[in-house]
Nanobody, 124 residues
């Protein structure tokens, strides 16, 4: 079982940047695929970005491509989401999730562990 904890959310203005972090417990982090998802009020959880276990496969949602960057540091058991040029449409609770298969996927059902989420609010 991998335990995940997100941090780095906050209230920012349009055009600002934020860096989210996700700390993972467990000795197998280097074999796990990781993903970031978000959920706005009244909306379903949506895929944001994913990275496989060795960072050789990365995928982004079209809505964040070119603005967000996912990365990981297996030595620190951490995954990051650097967010640039934020807009009010990015306002949501952001979750990191772990895929034990290590692949990296856009499907929430493929993830077996989830963090509690961190709120990102972008004001206009």
């Amino acid at each position: 079982q991998v335990l995940l904890a997100e941090s780095g959310g906050g209230l920012v203005q349009t055009g600002a940047s934020l860096r989210l972090s996700c700390a993972a417990t467990g000795r197998t982090f280097s074999t796990i695929g990781m993903g970031w998802f978000r959920q706005a009020p009244g909306m379903e959880r949506e895929f944001v970005a994913t990275i496989n276990y060795n960072s050789l496969y990365i995928r982004y949602a079209n809505s964040v491509k070119g603005r967000f960057t996912i990365s990981r540091d297996n030595a620190k058991n951490a995954v990051y989401l650097q967010m640039e040029r934020l807009s009010p449409e990015d306002t949501a609770v952001y979750y990191c999730a772990a895929d034990r298969r290590g692949l990296g996927t856009a499907l929430p059902a493929d993830y077996t562990s989830w963090g509690q989420g961190t709120q990102v609010t972008v004001s206009s």
